[in-house]
């Protein structure tokens, strides 16, 4: 998705300030805290951006561009600055819930009907990449999870 270039740093701290603990971005003018159930925006200059873009440029003075601002937590409403990082769309997309219907809580965990077994399956780079057949669903989430780590590793090192 393209994104609307951002205001520069020095704006951002003439409209905003933000609290790296908490992740409440305050509007100076008018003392409002940026809030929401799901993702939070902010203004500047008629413009609506998502919070934790205007936060990453905020802290580091860099325009993420086409990079993701991904919250490592999952929380879209909890931008403290532990919580946010910088990743390719590929790398945001391996940070999501499970979508709905699926049968496993895991997300990349399938159940195969014809043969009773679990099996995992992730993605990397547009390859395709599946675990073994397992006979339970704990023992494939912990071959999923030990595959997303071996294709992922950088996306771990917070843990």
């Known amino acids: 998705m393209k994104q609307h270039p951002l205001p520069t740093q020095q704006r951002l701290h003439e409209v905003y300030d933000y609290s790296v603990v ?14 929401a159930r799901a993702y939070v925006k902010g203004k500047v200059d008629g413009t609506v951006y998502y919070a934790h873009r205007l936060i990453w440029r905020w802290v580091t003075g860099d325009d993420p561009g086409e990079l993701h601002v991904d919250h490592v937590n999952q929380l879209v409403n909890c931008n403290a600055w532990h919580n946010l990082r910088l990743v390719s769309h590929g790398e945001n997309q391996v940070n999501t819930t499970k979508r709905a219907g699926c049968r496993s809580a895991t997300r990349g965990v399938h159940y ?48």
């Open 22 to 35: 908490t992740g409440e971005l305050t509007n100076r003018k008018t003392g409002r805290v940026a809030t």
């Open 112 to 159: 195969e009907s014809n043969t009773n077994k679990w099996f995992g399956q992730l993605y990397k780079g547009g390859k395709q990449y599946t675990t073994s057949y397992y006979n339970t669903e704990q023992e494939c989430c912990q071959a999923t999870e030990t595959l997303r780590r071996q294709l992922h590793p950088h996306l771990y090192d917070h843990l």
